[in-house]
């Protein structure tokens, strides 16, 4: 069994930054896959970024490319996403993800992904 603890959400303003932060423990966490998505009001969920086990292959949704980074520390069990220039749009509950499926180097499917966080609130204001 995997726990994701996400951390780092808040309120911003637009053109602002920040860092999400998801810890994990109970497996070793570099066997696994990490995932961001997002689910804004009345919205489905949504993919952001993901990463693969070793941090040597990202994606990201067309709409935060260029404006936010994926990345890992497999010493400290964390994977980060950092976020620039936020604009409202991006306003959500981020949930991490952890795929453990081997053979999958990392998804953009959300059924893909075995274990979630319980979510962390970004607001951007305008």
């Known amino acids: 069994q995997v726990q994701l603890v996400e951390s780092g959400g808040g309120l911003v303003q637009a053109g602002g930054s920040l860092r999400l932060s998801c810890a994990a423990s109970?497996?070793?966490?570099?066997?696994?896959?990490m995932g961001w998505f997002r689910q804004a009001p009345g919205k489905e969920r949504e993919f952001v970024a993901a990463?693969?086990?070793?941090?040597?292959?990202?994606s990201y949704v067309d709409s935060v490319k260029g404006r936010s980074t994926i990345s890992r520390d497999n010493v400290k069990n964390t994977v980060y996403l950092q976020m620039n220039s936020l604009k409202p749009e991006d306003t959500a509950v981020y949930y991490c993800?952890?795929?453990?499926?081997?053979?999958?180097?990392?998804?953009?499917?959300?059924?893909?992904?075995?274990?979630w966080g319980q979510g962390t609130q970004v607001t951007v204001s305008s």
């Open positions: 990463i693969s086990r070793s941090g040597g292959s990202t």
């Open positions: 109970g497996r070793t966490f570099s066997s696994l896959a």
């Open positions: 993800a952890a795929l453990s499926t081997w053979g999958i180097v990392f998804s953009t499917k959300d059924f893909e992904y075995t274990y």
